[in-house]
């Protein structure tokens, strides 16, 4: 496709429900971000793979929080019984390279989840 | 630690004046600094980046932002804003800690274009 898509872009969950987000980056791109933007904040980096490799979970907030890419492409981040801290926007993000060249990062539109 | 501040929260700017948005970093070595744009219901659009050379760097959309070593700034700067400038404004810069593009994200600054 022509950008980063991602889905749903909307997701209102009740508190205890499990969610999954999904990312479709641009094809061919070897680096896939997931991040988490809380109201009024700037994107804070959540894990970052390597074509199927899951490089970096270091920000992942808790072990609810799982995210795969298994063929190298689409990628779905899962949250396990949802908090209401766990509104906010989630952002995904592809690069075309891996190798720490400074690449320039295309973001999806986002998914807005809210909790209640 | 490596960490990005916007000073502003807010900035408002008459339509034709010049923009600037602010940024300061904290970077151990060399930084690689990234300015990127907001706009409602949207991802994040990249601007411009600064790595290495001339400390103008100039971007999409008519935007440049220069790199001060000095001062420890990128500040984001417009000959001429326009109302559609109006969005929020993010600088960012790559953590060096990581062999991949791990980028650090300032808290963002609301800009205002008043017609």
């Known amino acids: 496709g022509a950008g980063v898509s991602q889905s749903p872009r909307y997701k209102v969950a009740k508190r205890g429900q499990d969610v999954a987000l999904r990312c479709d980056p641009i094809s061919g791109h070897v680096s896939l971000f997931w991040y988490q933007q809380a109201l009024g904040q700037g994107p804070e980096f959540l894990t970052y793979?390597?074509?199927?490799?899951?490089?970096?979970k270091s920000g992942l907030p808790s072990d609810r929080f799982f995210a795969e890419r298994p063929e190298g492409s689409v990628s779905t981040l899962k949250i396990q019984r949802t908090q209401q801290e766990d509104s906010a926007v989630y952002l995904c993000a592809s690069s075309l390279e891996a190798l720490g060249l400074q690449e320039t990062q295309y973001f999806g539109p986002g998914t807005r989840l809210l909790v209640l | 630690a490596q960490s990005v501040a916007q000073p502003e929260d807010q900035v408002n700017v008459a339509e034709g004046n010049p923009l600037t948005v602010k940024c300061t970093y904290s970077v151990s070595g060399n930084p690689y600094l990234f300015w990127y744009v907001q706009y409602p219901n949207r991802g994040l659009q990249f601007l411009l980046k600064y790595i290495t050379g001339d400390n103008l760097v100039k971007g999409s959309y008519g935007f440049e932002a220069e790199f001060n070593k000095s001062q420890t700034s990128f500040h984001l700067k417009k000959p001429s804003a326009l109302v559609s400038d109006s969005a929020l404004y993010f600088c960012a810069v790559r953590d060096k800690k990581t062999s991949y593009d791990k980028v650090i994200f300032g808290p963002g600054t609301s800009l205002s274009v008043i017609p």
């Open positions: 793979f390597q074509n199927e490799a899951q490089l970096d």
